[in-house]
């Protein structure tokens, strides 16, 4: 019954993540997952690459990861600065 109970809190902690108002940036975890996948491309080519064999991976696939890695981050980044702009301008006018 607590194992039930501990699942239910940790499924709903999850979607919490995708209501509108939340302490979680959606664009830091999707580009941290996309890295995590790009790190695992590159201790898989050098795990392959000590035991003498090729790990062909396409191009474009990589490609895709950092393009989604670099625009998710970059765009939270420039959230940060501008929200905080926007805060301080806020509280100035008050």
Do not use: R
């Not at 209501?19 to 979680?24: G, H, L, P, Q, V």
């Not at 050098?46 to 490609?63: A, P, R, S």
């Not at 501008?82 to 301080?88: A, I, N």
């Amino acid at each position: 019954m607590i194992i039930l109970k501990h699942l239910k809190q940790k499924f709903m902690a999850f979607t919490d993540m995708f209501k509108d108002k939340n302490d979680i940036n959606e664009k830091s975890v999707i580009g941290f997952m996309s890295f995590a996948v790009m790190v695992l491309f590159a201790l898989a080519d050098l795990i392959t690459g000590y035991l003498g064999k090729d790990l062909v991976v396409q191009e474009f696939i990589y490609n895709s990861f950092l393009i989604i890695t670099l625009g998710c981050f970059g765009i939270a980044g420039i959230e940060k600065i501008f929200v905080k702009k926007e805060k301080e301008d806020e509280d100035e006018e008050v």
